[in-house]
Nanobody
Framework: QVRLVESGGGLVQPGGSLRLSCAAAGSISSFNGMGWYRQTPGKQRELVAGITVSGSTSYADSVKGRFTISRDNARNTVYLQMNSLKPEDTAVYYC???????????WGPGTQVTVSS
């Protein structure tokens, strides 16, 4: 059984940076997509960024140019470098594994990111 372990969330001032990490424990050979969704109270979970095994990426329009996703296949780990953070980036960020970037199947427990002065 695959388990996702997230780290790197926290409180940061506007304009600051954070890096999220998500490590998958177990075999993930049947999954192609990995990455991050986020959710705020009362809203649907939305894709932030995803990456395939081959390295193809997808980003939400709101984070393009500010966030960068990368993947270490040898370590079954995905990273999300978040720069120029804005208050509207405040959310719980969920790591996922999926059959594709837009077909999440497994979720991590979530990590809180708060952007505030």
């Amino acid at each position: 059984q695959v388990r996702l372990v997230e780290s790197g969330g926290g409180l940061v001032q506007p304009g600051g940076s954070l890096r999220l990490s998500c490590a998958a424990a177990g075999s993930i050979s049947s999954f192609n997509g990995m990455g991050w969704y986020r959710q705020t109270p009362g809203k649907q979970r939305e894709l932030v960024a995803g990456i395939t095994v081959s390295g193809s990426t997808s980003y939400a329009d709101s984070v393009k140019g500010r966030f960068t996703i990368s993947r270490d296949n040898a370590r079954n780990t995905v990273y999300l470098q978040m720069n120029s953070l804005k208050p509207e980036d405040t959310a719980v960020y969920y790591c996922f594994l999926g059959l594709a970037i837009t077909r999440p199947v497994l979720w991590g427990p979530g990590t809180q990111v708060t952007v505030s002065s």
